[in-house]
C-alpha cells in the first residue's frame, strides 16, 4: 500500500500586511501600473497588492552598497506577481499574464545576484531593525521565487494551462495512495495528472514523498525535470544527484537532511522510509499542500 505526501511545517515568510502609511516607490501613474515591470526589484511599496518591500535609505546605508544595488536590481516579471495571496480574486484574475517563462527565470537570476553580494552582510540583515524579518531577508534565502513564483504558477506540462487542484485531485490522491499495487488505474491516473504530482513536490517535497513518486510512477514521473527544481535545487529546499559523482560511486553527504531526488523508480535511503501509517494521513498532508498555495512562503 502507498502512502504519500507527508510533509514538514513551512517557514514563515514576511509579513504581508498593509502598513498604515506606505509610499509607492514605482514613479508610475496608477492608471498604468499594473502593466509595469519591476524595475527597482523588490524594494517598492504597493498598498493596493499588500506588497511592502522597500528598505528605508537610512536602513539600506547600513548594507554593503552592492548587496543594496542587488536587491534594487529590476526584475523581468509584471509588477502583478506582487498581488497578495490574501487578494485572491486579483491574483486569480492576473495570473495568467504574470506567470511567464521570462519571470521565472529573470526572478532566479535576481535572487542568485542578491545572495551573492548580501551573503556577506548576513549578520547585518539579521540584528538591523527594518531588516530583519524583511523581504530582502526573504530574497536571501533563496525562497522568495518559490513562494511568490511557483506557488501560484504551476502549469499543466501538456497544456500550459495554469495548474488547479479540484476536490477530484484529492480524490483522486487518495485513491492512488490506498492502492495496493501500481498497476491499479488510481496509480496510473495519479501519476499522469502532472500538476498533482508537480504540486506534491513543490509543496511537500519531503524525502519520503520524492521516494514515494519514484517508486510508484518510475519513468511517468520525471521529478529532475519539472520547471520548478532549479529554483528549489538554489533555495536548498531539494537537491539533485551530482551525475559525475553517481558514475564515480560517490555516496550522497550522510550529514545533507535536504531532499535528495531519487533515480528513476528507485529510493533514497531504506526501502521503509518512506513508508508512513495510513492513507487518511495522506489526504490530510495533500489538502494542507494544497493550503500553502494561497500562503507566501515555503
Not at 516607490?25 to 498598498?47: C, D, H, K, S
Not at 484529492?170 to 495512495?177: D, G, H, I, M, V
Not at 495510513?278 to 490530510?284: D, E, P, S, T
Request: with cysteine; hydrophobic share 45%; net charge negative.
Amino acid at each position: 500500500m502507498y502512502h504519500l505526501f507527508t510533509r514538514t511545517a513551512p517557514s514563515t515568510s514576511p509579513s504581508i500586511s498593509i502598513p498604515t502609511l506606505l509610499l509607492l516607490a514605482l514613479a508610475l501613474p496608477t492608471t498604468t501600473l499594473v502593466r509595469a515591470l519591476l524595475p527597482t526589484g523588490f524594494n517598492l511599496t504597493i498598498p493596493q497588492y499588500g506588497f511592502d518591500g522597500l528598505i528605508p535609505s537610512s536602513v539600506a546605508a547600513t548594507l554593503p552598497s552592492a548587496c543594496a544595488a542587488a536587491y534594487r536590481a529590476p526584475i523581468d516579471c509584471d509588477v502583478r506577481i506582487l498581488i497578495s495571496p490574501t487578494l485572491a480574486a486579483a491574483k486569480a484574475q492576473s495570473q495568467d499574464a504574470v506567470c511567464t517563462a521570462a519571470c521565472a527565470a529573470s526572478m532566479l537570476a535576481y535572487e542568485k545576484k542578491v545572495v551573492e553580494e548580501c551573503t556577506a552582510a548576513k549578520g547585518v540583515v539579521a540584528g538591523t531593525p527594518g531588516l530583519k524579518g524583511s523581504w530582502l531577508e526573504f530574497v536571501m534565502s533563496g525562497r522568495a521565487g518559490v513562494g511568490v513564483y511557483w506557488k501560484h504558477c504551476l502549469r499543466d506540462l501538456t497544456t500550459n494551462d495554469l495548474c488547479v487542484i479540484t476536490q477530484a485531485d484529492y480524490e483522486l490522491a487518495w485513491n492512488a495512495a490506498t492502492a495496493d499495487t501500481p498497476e491499479q488505474g488510481a496509480v496510473r491516473a495519479f501519476c499522469s495528472n502532472n500538476c498533482l504530482t508537480q504540486t506534491i513536490v513543490l509543496n511537500v517535497g519531503t524525502q519520503d514523498n520524492l521516494n514515494e513518486l519514484s517508486r510508484m510512477c518510475g519513468s511517468q514521473v520525471d521529478i529532475a525535470g519539472m520547471p520548478f527544481i532549479g529554483h528549489m535545487v538554489f533555495a536548498g529546499l531539494i537537491r539533485v544527484a551530482d551525475a559525475s559523482a553517481m558514475q564515480e560511486g560517490v555516496a550522497p553527504d550522510p550529514e545533507d537532511s535536504t531532499p535528495l531526488i531519487p533515480a528513476e523508480g528507485g529510493v533514497v535511503g531504506s526501502a521503509a522510509s518512506g513508508m508512513r501509517s495510513g492513507g487518511f494521513l495522506a489526504i490530510v498532508a495533500l489538502s494542507m499542500s494544497i493550503s500553502i498555495l494561497t500562503v507566501m512562503g515555503i
